[in-house]
T-cell receptor, first 113, second 111 residues
Framework: GDSVTQMEGPVTLSEEAFLTINCTYTATGYPSLFWYVQYPGEGLQLLLKATKADDKGSNKGFEATYRKETTSFHLEKGSVQVSDSAVYFCALRAQTGANNLFFGTGTRLTVIP | SQTIHQWPATLVQPVGSPLSLECTVEGTSNPNLYWYRQAAGRGLQLLFYSVGIGQISSEVPQNLSASRPQDRQFILSSKKLLLSDSGFYLC??????????FGPGTRLLVL
């Protein structure tokens, strides 16, 4: 079945460090891929998405490229800030069927000054 | 613009008590609605989704149920809570199969 495997955390980085959070998926066809972010005490917010192979989603300095050949959608940011501290979830939506999202387990990022 | 509301924000309930969590959406018509649960240390799990009034699909068998009495209202219920029902409950909406947008969530602790 469809699933998402996400890099386990927690991840602790110093401010201005480079961030990579790995995400790989299993799905038939061409799913849509998403990164959601959950700030402390809040619900999930859509961070970025990509709906077809080789698309690059980007927002707030974060980027992720839909790689069909490696079934990956790794999240990157060149210079993290303290305000980026949150839990990041990778998710996919199957190409066909119901509009269900399959989520990874989440990666907690802490950025220290 | 569209807005999604959930309440209460936090809830502490004894085992065996009933539950009712409410979610409402503003600014859109006939949305798809979803209930997810995030258990401690785990990812999100889809519990229910609805494509219209009175239409509920269950993804996980459990002692929870959902109802959609109005177009933009989605309710999660239980007759008797279990300890394992503790978690963070998130409601989400989408237009057809487009991107899902989440509410602020309800943190439920069953004691």
């Amino acid at each position: 079945g469809d699933s998402v495997t996400q890099m386990e955390g927690p991840v602790t980085l110093s401010e201005e460090a480079f961030l990579t959070i790995n995400c790989t998926y299993t799905a038939t066809g061409y799913p849509s891929l998403f990164w959601y972010v959950q700030y402390p005490g809040e619900g999930l917010q859509l961070l970025l998405k990509a709906t077809k192979a080789d698309d690059k989603g980007s927002n707030k300095g974060f980027e992720a490229t839909y790689r069909k050949e490696t079934t990956s959608f790794h999240l990157e940011k060149g210079s993290v800030q303290v305000s980026d501290s949150a839990v990041y979830f990778c998710a996919l939506r199957a190409q066909t069927g119901a509009n269900n999202l399959f989520f990874g387990t989440g990666t907690r990022l802490t950025v220290i000054p | 613009s569209q807005t999604i509301h959930q309440w209460p924000a936090t809830l502490v309930q004894p085992v065996g008590s009933p539950l009712s969590l409410e979610c409402t959406v503003e600014g859109t018509s006939n949305p798809n609605l979803y209930w997810y649960r995030q258990a401690a240390g785990r990812g999100l799990q889809l519990l229910f989704y609805s494509v219209g009034i009175g239409q509920i699909s269950s993804e996980v068998p459990q002692n929870l149920s959902a109802s959609r009495p109005q177009d933009r209202q989605f309710i999660l219920s239980s007759k008797k809570l279990l300890l394992s029902d503790s978690g963070f409950y998130l409601c989400a909406w989408s237009v057809l199969k487009e991107t899902q947008y989440f509410g602020p969530g309800t943190r439920l602790l069953v004691l």
